[in-house]
Nanobody, 121 residues
Framework: VQLQASGGGLEQPGGSLRLSCKAS????????IGWFRQAPGKEREWVSC????????AYRDSVKDRFTISKDSATNTVYLQMSNLKPDDTAVYYC???????????????WGQGTLVTVSS
């Protein structure tokens, strides 16, 4: 499985961005797509995930009510709509595939290059 994240950019605090994760070579064993992020000088952290079979989402507490994950099965694309962005959201965002919605990146595969999100005035 290969995934590629895109859609990052520079946004002001309070603004919005939508990230896309395009998957190829998807298998039934990798039914969950997860979003992670890595800020400068910090470890990569889990942000959100979605079960591509039933659409059930999960979020880390700091992005709940601000981020929404969704899927388009026709195009094998998962989206992360980010609203009310904060400077702490600045990071390189990655997507990857896994069997379940684990919060550890150890259980995911298909990491792409990531997309940079910068939130600054």
């Amino acid at each position: 499985v290969q995934l590629q994240a895109s859609g990052g950019g520079l946004e002001q605090p309070g603004g919005s961005l939508r990230l896309s994760c395009k998957a190829s070579g998807f298998t039934s064993e990798n039914r969950v797509i997860g979003w992670f992020r890595q800020a400068p000088g910090k470890e990569r952290e889990w942000v959100s995930c979605i079960n591509t079979r039933d659409g059930s989402p999960a979020y880390r507490d700091s992005v709940k009510d601000r981020f929404t994950i969704s899927k388009d099965s026709a195009t094998n694309t998962v989206y992360l709509q980010m609203s009310n962005l904060k400077p702490d959201d600045t990071a390189v965002y990655y997507c990857a595939a896994g069997r379940n919605c684990y919060t550890s990146d150890y259980y995911y595969r298909g990491w792409g290059q990531g997309t940079l999100v910068t939130v600054s005035s």
